[in-house]
T-cell receptor
């Protein structure tokens, strides 16, 4: 079956612009996660969705970052007024339920110039 | 707070050498443990997992890991590495957070380079 998909695969934007990143989880997966991976670094947790709700937003770096999820499906991560330090690969993962293993998408590489 | 420590940030081996990557976690409750791998230019893939039962778990490509509860460890091993094992390896622990939900906590990763 289809895995986790993310779009766009690459995004180059100017500092100060808003960007929207999309994640399509595996069908039927109730849990969805967003992570950030800066060059040469590990995974930085951003936000976790269980269904529509986000019980853990503790990883969002600032109020410029927000995310939403429609049903138990698509999620969008929005970064407003992008800064150069936002440049990274943004990864989405889903799991059947939160206790199970996560399946990762290919990521969106964001470059802020 | 829960945390995961991977002791080696960079490991360089020759082909056929044995591999052991350390992973320790701090969490007192029941845990599920994972190793993920990220090959160059590819996305993260599950290598192996431990939920319960035999503490020695076997994964894909000849990898195995041993859960030692008393040491809060879940070290990854492979008897004989290949050039194709060059990748970054992440240990992760599924921890119960406030509100009754679970989330994965990742270590910082270990970059493995295998030379022919």
């Amino acid at each position: 079956g289809a895995g986790v998909s993310q779009s766009p695969s690459n995004k180059v934007t100017e500092k100060g612009k808003d960007v929207e990143l999309r994640c399509d989880p595996i069908s039927g997966h109730t849990a969805l996660y967003w992570y950030r991976q800066r060059l040469g670094q590990g995974l930085e947790f951003l936000i976790y969705f269980q269904g529509n709700s986000a019980p853990d937003k503790s990883g969002l770096p600032s109020d410029r970052f927000s995310a939403e999820r429609t049903g138990e499906s698509v999620s969008t991560l929005t970064i407003q007024r992008t800064q150069q330090e936002d440049s990274a690969v943004y990864l989405c993962a889903s799991s059947l339920v939160s206790i199970k293993e996560q399946y990762f998408g290919p990521g969106t590489r964001l470059t802020v110039t | 707070a829960q945390s995961v420590s991977q002791h080696n940030h960079h490991v360089i081996l020759s082909e056929a050498a044995s591999l052991e990557l350390g992973c320790n976690y701090s969490y007192g409750g029941t845990v599920n443990l994972f190793w993920y791998v990220q090959y160059p230019g590819q996305h993260l893939q599950l290598l192996l997992k431990y939920f319960s039962g035999d503490p020695l778990v076997k994964g894909i490509k000849g990898f195995e890991a041993e859960f030692i509860k008393s040491k809060f460890s879940f070290n990854l091993r492979k008897p004989s590495v290949q050039w194709s094992d060059t990748a970054e390896y992440f240990c992760a622990v599924n921890a119960l957070i406030s509100g009754g939900y679970n989330k994965l906590i990742f270590g910082a990763g270990t970059r493995l380079a295998v030379h022919p």
